[in-house]
Every structure is written in structure tokens, then in C-alpha cells.
């Protein structure tokens, strides 16, 4: 699974993810399906063609925008059937966000490609349970 994570989630950016490992959980959580994923990095590739005198004023980690050591998160399948959500256990163990604006244009949390039609999408929800989430620093 962790192969086809990262593959699927460096296509969609403008930029490459690195995942050491994904697990999801069904059969022995059941009803609640969880995720683990361990050691997440999302390095952008949005400032790459910045001229030369740009980039050499950027620190040397502007392009590393996001890390997590681990992440874990489960979501309850069965109320999904009448259109509630139900999550929980949403822990971010670790979190680091390095966000760098180059130039007015540009900036490396800029890893989403334009499109020509916006993209819309409608979720309904019914329902929503609280949901207590955690943040961890190492």
C-alpha cells in the first residue's frame, strides 16, 4: 500500500511524498477502518524554476514544506451508511510546516496544479460527531 500512496500522492502535486509506511485496519478494528502512516514528507517542487539569484537567497530547506513523524486517524464505516461521520482517534504525532513565499508569484505550499475548470465538489453531511484531536511535538 505505502508504494501506491506515495506514487498516487506525488502525481497529484507539484512536488514529491515520501511515506515510510501506510497501514490501514479494517478486519480486526472492525466497524472502524483506521489509518496509520509513519514518517510523512512532502517535499515541493513549486519553486524550481525561480531564477538562480532567488533561489540562492531561499534557506536550504525551502522546498521541504510539510513533515509528520506519525499519523493516525479512524473513521466508524457502519454510520456511514445513513450519512454520519464519525471519526476518531485523529492524532498528529510531530507535525512540522515550513511554509516559504519566494515571491510574490510564488511560494512553495503552491504544489496544486491550476486547472482550467474549477474543481467543485459537494459532500453531504447529516451528521458529524466531535472529534478530539491530538498534536504531539517530539
Known sequence: LTPIVEEQASR??????????????????FPKLTVDVASLEVISH?????????KASLPADADSLLSLSSFHAGINVLPLLIGHISLYD????GPRVNL????????????????EEPICFFISVY?????????KKN
Open 100 to 115: 516559504v513565499q519566494a515571491t510574490p508569484d510564488k511560494a512553495n505550499y503552491m504544489i496544486f496544479p491550476e486547472s
Open 90 to 93: 485523529v492524532l498528529f504525532d
Open 46 to 54: 513549486s519553486l524550481r524554476s525561480l531564477p538562480p539569484q532567488v
Open 127 to 135: 451528521s458529524l460527531d466531535p472529534i478530539e484531536y491530538k498534536i
Open 12 to 29: 497529484l502535486i507539484d512536488g514529491e511524498v515520501h511515506l515510510q509506511r501506510v497501514e490501514l485496519t479494517f478486519w480486526s478494528t
